[in-house]
């Protein structure tokens, strides 16, 4: 994806008189659009499988899980690690343009990782990025870039891009957004029309981390895929993060590697790497 433009995600909403309905048919029609209303609200996204696709040291593993909703049907790749464990990396491309997210990740020492962060057609970063404790690009205000994953005194953080406070002790941080998931539920206003594929960093709120990628759902259903119980532990805050073309995920697992490249080329990655 790269460029924040093609990354809307305005609520979606119809009005009954663009779609035909107006006057005595439309209050002849109220008993079933309430009906198939509250039956849309009810269904929900099932765990149809879940396959361990690999190990990683220190209690870090690769798991697939696909999930069907009616006759939608998405799979759900995760990088679970707990943090405790594992240092969490923002690694930038040294050739904008050129790298892929396998060969950077693996020449940085990282055990695993996705894709980052969103970046202009020329690969400057959007938004704030710090690698390594060096300020990359400045924070920006904008509705896209609602949530920073952050790396502060060795601990990892989402917060709301209005929250976020910048200091000396903040060594990575990638903004981005939507968020997806806050306190346990789906974010409410997520753009319910267009798939494409998502890459996410999600937490349980209790030293529990993922790195994920999705393949092609609308912002609204990944949320709603990462609140199904048996697809994580328990998600209680999940960021969004460039997907589309952009979304690749790497692990140098065993029994062996792990790898969904990217159809293109991005700016930066989140690795991960075991702590010494």
Request: aromatic letters at 6%; charged letters at 15%; glycine letters at 12%.
């Amino acid at each position: 994806m790269g460029h924040p433009a093609h990354a809307s995600f305005v609520s979606f909403h119809v009005r009954m008189s663009e779609i035909g309905f107006s006057g005595t048919g439309m209050r002849s029609l109220l008993p079933a659009i309430i009906l198939a209303a509250s039956l849309s609200v009810s269904s929900a996204w099932d765990v149809a499988e879940t396959v361990q696709m690999g190990s990683l040291p220190k209690g870090g593993s690769v798991v697939q899980t696909q999930v069907s909703e009616g006759p939608l049907t998405a799979r759900v790749t995760a990088i679970v690690f707990p943090a405790r464990s594992y240092v969490l990396r923002v690694v930038e491309s040294p050739s904008p343009g050129s790298t892929k997210l396998a060969g950077v990740l693996a020449a940085a020492g990282c055990a695993a990782g996705v894709n980052g962060g969103y970046f202009q057609a020329d690969f400057r970063p959007v938004g704030l990025v710090i690698a390594a404790g060096r300020e990359v690009h400045c924070f920006e205000k904008a509705k896209l870039l609602a949530g920073v994953l952050a790396v502060r005194g060795g601990s990892i953080e989402i917060v709301r891009a209005a929250r976020f406070k910048n200091s000396g002790d903040v060594r990575e941080a990638i903004q981005c957004g939507p968020m997806l998931v806050e306190n346990g539920r789906p974010t409410a206003g997520l753009n319910a029309e267009r798939s494409a594929r998502r890459t996410v960093v999600a937490t349980d709120g209790h030293g529990q981390w993922a790195l994920l990628y999705i393949t092609s759902v609308t912002l609204a259903d990944a949320a709603r895929i990462l609140t199904t119980p048996g697809v994580l532990r328990g998600c209680a805050t999940a960021l969004n993060l460039d997907g589309g073309s952009s979304s690749g995920l790497w692990a140098a697992a065993t029994p062996g590697p792990v790898s969904l490249p990217e159809f293109g080329h991005v700016r930066n990655y989140l690795g991960i790497a075991p702590r010494p």
